[in-house]
């Protein structure tokens, strides 16, 4: 699989490969890794990139855009592997330090619910209440919880 690869990026990922193993990464996320980075390369060296300055974010965006992935978290899973090299790089001083911002980090917006309590304006009316305390009017505010998605 990495004997594919152009030199440059060979030798690029035996070292972050390395470097992951080190920090004590499952065989199967380093084999995920693996995959990933050959994909990425594979994709530069079909642009006619020769080397690890020749990356511009124009082509990060393009390799994430075009990722084949049927899904969403797929995407988002290649697209994750490759930001951490892209920062790898950086660390190395191999790219742009700010490089792997080309790839987005999410795969679908997220909503959350929350209750949040709402004014609400009413017409004045009167409040019937105790015999001993008699009738009342309303200031016409009333507070009430509202959910917001």
Known sequence: MLDALPDWSHRITENYLALRRREGWAESTLTMCRSSCVRFFRFLDGKGVTAPSDITPALVMEFHDTDPHATAEGRNAYGSRVR?????????????????????????????????????????????????RGPRISTGMVWRWSWFP
């Open 84 to 132: 951490k090299l892209l920062k790898y790089m950086a660390e190395e001083k191999l790219v742009l330090p700010n490089l792997h911002l080309a790839i987005s980090t999410g795969c679908a917006g997220r909503r959350n619910i929350v209750g949040v309590p709402v004014l609400i304006f009413q017409p004045p009316f009167i409040h019937i209440c105790s015999a001993a």
